[in-house]
């Protein structure tokens, strides 16, 4: 298998490249939309054919590529079921393995950060979105966020998994690109072993982070997989602008 982790700085995302040696199919979780060029530049160099766009959730802090792909090089739309959104090729559900080529997928529905939150566990890694992150965890105070979902999703599912699983989440603010999860469960500070399910609820319900400043641009134009609003103001350009040189995670 072919794979390369992409970062788009804007948003601070990670993009996932998971290429098929065998039929040259490749898909792409959670792409950003400024960081089009970028992602297609990397598929075009490694001789790829870009099938199909997945995303985790339904984002609050970039907006999602699938839709532009799709109208660039025919990529098809996969997101989970759970949302609804009538613009997807093909629903993610967690008891149906998703396939590219030779790629087996296994999908994890992880609710807690959003209802329809979906982690994808490929061999030994596994792609955790928003659900887990590197000494952290997405907030749950939005989008049906609920923190003793999110406390379930990871301790009952993520920290089932082999320990030597490494984990590659959806965004890092520190440059670290990839953890484990012996690792997490050992030392996250919010989710780890020694956390009670009531300290954890403490921990969100005391973050005070401030509304996210996209969440209102991003969440519309995310369950249309993909639209970014014809008038930004000036300070929000830089989400929806292509960004031709990103850095390379």
Known sequence: MIFKQLFEPVSSTYTYLLGCEQTGQAVLIDPVVSAIDRDLAVVNELGLTLAYTLDTHIHADHITAALE???????????????????????????????????????????????????????????????????????????NGDAPTLYKSVREKLFSLPEDTLVYPGHDYQNRRVSSIAQEKSRNPRLGEQKTLEEFIEIMGKLNLPYPKFIDYAVPGNRRCGICPSHLPEELEKYCQQITESQQG
Do not use: M, N, W
Request: aromatic share 8%; hydrophobic share 30%.
């Open 69 to 143: 792909l799709k109208k660039k090089v025919g990529s098809k739309i996969a997101a989970p079921a759970f949302d609804r959104l009538p613009c997807t090729d093909h629903g993610i559900e967690e008891d149906r393995q998703f396939l590219i080529g030779s790629i087996e997928i296994q999908p994890l529905h992880t609710p807690g950060h959003t209802d329809g939150h979906f982690s994808y566990r490929l061999g030994e890694r596994v792609f955790t979105g928003d659900a887990l992150l590197i000494d952290g965890c997405g907030r749950t105070d939005f989008q």
